[in-house]
């Protein structure tokens, strides 16, 4: 299976929703946020994201309902009321005092009232998390796996163009050398003012620019290059680090071609053949 770089996935149980998306990177790099109060959640989602991903920036975001971020008791401070009650009797005995205390009176007292956070149990908020990541990177991964699979389909029929162009730089070759055999029998008349020419001496001449204009050795690797990329695509993985070494080689190739073409339509043929070239070294980028 091939996949892209990109990709986008994201799963959602009771107040946890963890969303993971990727961008194109040239290692694995990997950048998770979670709630302060939730950070050793961190770890647990990077050991995941690492068993599913194998290169590109992939961020991951844990967020958490208030819910479960809020989780206290509201306690009555007995002890403290009746501290304030006694002292309120006190008041009422000692001095005369009429006591007129309602429920919103007592409420609003200092410490009759306190807040009790519950602990969060860590180990199995973690499985929890695991489990979410698990769910939210297989969306994640679906979606890359489309994404290469539309990316590798674009790769081939650019690769086909290549071959097209190949073909055509083969048939091409023979008459460069003919119009060159030509041009040189003419320039060879033109200095020796219509005199014979030695025949001899322009089929070696011929045979020399032959020899340096030669290209076959160049299509032939090509078409091996060729053979790889389709058997890469067609193994799968994560190739996209070797293809972009072999798209390099494309490159070198066909920049010598292009050095020994010494014609204007065997340029135009290398120039199309290195467009295309581009156009997969740019796909090859996004691969994982």
Avoid: W
């Amino acid at each position: 299976m091939i996949r892209s770089m990109t990709g986008y996935g994201r799963a959602k149980e009771g107040a946890l929703t963890l969303e993971v998306r990727a961008v194109n990177h040239r290692y694995l790099d990997i950048s998770v946020r979670t709630p302060r109060t939730l950070m050793f959640l961190e770890e647990p989602v990077k050991n995941m994201v690492q068993r599913h991903v194998i290169r590109g920036k992939v961020e991951a975001v844990l967020t958490v309902e208030p819910s479960l971020m809020d989780v206290v008791e509201i306690k009555l401070n007995r002890q403290v009321l009746e501290g304030y009650l006694a002292a309120v009797r006190m008041l009422e005995a000692e001095y005369g005092l009429d006591n007129r205390m309602s429920v919103s009176d007592a409420l609003r007292l200092p410490e009759v009232m306190c807040l009790d956070r519950k602990e969060t149990d860590q180990s199995e908020l973690a499985a929890q998390t695991e489990a979410l990541a698990e769910r939210a990177l297989v969306e994640f991964n679906d979606m890359r796996a489309k994404e290469g699979g539309r990316l590798a389909s674009d790769i081939l029929g650019k690769c086909g163009v290549i071959e097209g162009l190949v073909d055509e730089a083969r048939k091409r070759a023979p008459e460069v050398q003919e119009l060159y055999r030509a041009k040189l029998e003419q320039k060879i008349k033109d200095v020796l003012e219509e005199r014979s020419v030695d025949e001899a001496r322009v089929l070696t001449e011929v045979a020399i620019f032959a020899d340096k204009t030669a290209i076959d050795e160049e299509l032939v690797r090509l078409e091996s290059h060729f053979d790889q990329l389709r058997g890469m695509l067609k193994k799968g993985g994560a190739i996209g680090r070797k293809l972009d070494f072999l798209i390099q080689e494309f490159g070198r190739e066909a920049n010598t071609i292009g050095s020994k073409g010494n014609d204007v339509e065997m340029g135009r043929i290398v120039v199309d053949m290195k467009a295309e070239i581009e156009k997969i070294r740019e796909q090859v980028q996004n691969l994982e």
